[in-house]
């Protein structure tokens, strides 16, 4: 019987395709041309629910950026149908910053995150933080531009 090659192992795994389609190879660091160093990153899952009934918030448009350089987005992303987005790699700094008492830099990458979505006002979450190898969960509930009784 000849050995042939599994269909499956020529189909990228869904995290390069993540990695492919919504982080930038060429990203620099706010306010410099300097790459990011992406040998230390955190993780965000975002969840966006409505403030009314706490009901999903599906196809709501999510805006990451770094805090100090909000004009220049880092990725864009739709929330799916549970209006929970796919869990993302976001740069953050060693985590020795974070062990050290004595050290000054800061621990943890601030980022922003702008939800807008069909039929509700944008909401702006302004220093999301990320340690390096930890999950950060970012909860956001965006209020309907119009309420109706039932």
Known sequence: MSENKSYFSSIPSPSEI????????????????????TQYAGSL????V???????????T???SYTGDPESPLMTMMTDSSGQTRTV????????????????SQPYSEHNIQVT???Y???L?????????????QNIRMNPLTVTEE
């Open 18 to 37: 993540i990695k492919t389609q919504e982080t930038p190879t060429d990203a620099a660091a706010p306010g410099t041309n300097e790459p990011i160093d």
């Open 45 to 48: 899952k975002i969840s966006v």
């Open 50 to 60: 409505s403030s009314i009934d706490l009901t999903p918030v599906a196809n709501a």
């Open 62 to 64: 999510v805006v990451i």
């Open 89 to 104: 790699e976001l740069p953050a700094p060693p985590l020795d910053y974070s062990l050290d008492p004595e050290q000054l």
């Open 117 to 119: 979505a069909e039929g």
């Open 121 to 123: 006002e944008p909401v």
């Open 125 to 137: 979450v302004s220093g999301t933080e990320i340690l390096p190898n930890e999950l950060a969960l």
